[in-house]
C-alpha cells in the first residue's frame, strides 16, 4: 500500500507561488500520482496526474524526481479561492483501493 | 458540474430509522466508490464497484449496506445508525483502466451527503 505524506497545513500570500510536497516512498512501478483539490462540504475535484518528471495544466503543475518517491504540486500565483485541502493520491495496484492520506490544508491570505 | 449526483444532500435520521443515499453518474464510467469524511478527518474508503461487481472492504460496520444495480447508480443502505456515522458520505466514479497496466484512474465525486444522525 503506497502511504502518502503532507504537511498537515500551509500558509501563503496572495499571488504567491505555494509548492506542497508529497512522500510516497513506497510507490510501485505501475502507480501514478494524483492531486486533489477539495473545498468544505464538497468532494474532491482533480487537480493534475503524473507518472515522471513534470506535468502542466492550466491550473497547476506536477515535479516527479527520477526516484518517484516525492512529488510536488505547485500552484502559481494564488489567490484567495485556492484556500482548500490538497491531496495527494498514489493509486494502489492492489485493485481500486484508491486511499486518500491526510491532506494539507492550505490557506491563503490577503 | 462533475457528472456525479447525490442525493439528498443533508439528511438527519434517528438511530432507529432506516434510509438510503443515492448516486448516479453521468459519465460512463465502469467503478463507483463510496467514500465517508468525518470532521476534521482524512477520507475513508468504504466500498468500490468494479464492473458492478463489489470489492469488499471488511472494517465498514454492518449497518451500511451498499448496492449497485446496474453500472450508473449507487446505492448506501442505512440502518441503526450511531451518532458517531454522522459525517459527509462522498459518492464518486472512475473509468477502470486496470487491466494489468498502469493504474491512472481518475476520480470524480458528487458534491455528498451530509448525514447527521441524533
Known amino acids: 500500500l503506497a502511504k502518502t505524506t503532507q504537511p498537515i497545513s500551509m500558509d501563503s500570500y496572495e499571488g504567491q507561488e505555494v509548492n506542497i510536497t508529497c512522500s510516497h516512498n513506497?510507490?510501485?512501478?505501475?502507480?501514478?500520482i494524483t492531486w486533489y483539490q477539495q473545498f468544505p462540504s464538497q468532494g474532491p475535484r482533480f487537480i493534475i496526474q503524473?507518472?515522471?518528471t513534470k506535468v502542466t495544466n492550466e491550473v497547476a503543475s506536477l515535479f516527479i524526481p527520477a526516484d518517484r518517491k516525492s512529488s510536488t504540486l505547485s500552484l502559481p500565483r494564488v489567490s484567495l479561492s485556492d484556500t482548500a485541502v490538497y491531496y495527494c493520491?498514489?493509486?494502489?495496484?492492489?485493485?481500486?483501493?484508491?486511499?486518500f492520506g491526510g491532506g494539507t490544508r492550505l490557506m491563503v491570505k490577503p | 458540474e462533475t457528472g456525479v449526483t447525490q442525493t439528498p444532500r443533508h439528511l438527519v435520521m434517528g438511530m432507529t430509522n432506516k434510509k438510503s443515499l443515492k448516486c448516479e453518474q453521468h459519465?460512463?464510467?465502469?467503478?463507483m466508490y463510496w467514500y465517508k469524511q468525518s470532521a476534521k478527518k482524512p477520507l475513508e474508503l468504504m466500498f468500490v464497484?468494479?464492473?458492478?461487481?463489489?470489492?469488499e472492504n471488511n472494517s465498514v460496520p454492518s449497518r451500511f449496506s451498499p448496492e449497485c444495480p446496474n453500472s450508473s447508480h449507487l446505492f448506501l443502505h442505512l440502518h441503526t445508525l450511531q451518532p458517531e456515522d454522522s459525517a459527509l458520505y462522498l459518492c464518486?466514479?472512475?473509468?477502470?483502466?486496470?487491466?494489468?497496466?498502469?493504474?491512472?484512474?481518475?476520480?470524480?465525486f458528487g458534491s455528498g451527503t451530509q448525514l447527521s444522525v441524533l
Open positions: 493520491l498514489v493509486s494502489n495496484n492492489a485493485g481500486n483501493m484508491l486511499t
Open positions: 464518486a466514479s472512475s473509468q477502470d483502466s486496470d487491466r494489468g497496466g498502469a493504474t491512472n484512474e481518475k476520480l470524480f
Open positions: 513506497n510507490i510501485a512501478t505501475n502507480d501514478y
Open positions: 503524473g507518472y515522471k
Open positions: 459519465l460512463g464510467h465502469n467503478a
Open positions: 464497484y468494479s464492473l458492478e461487481e463489489r470489492v
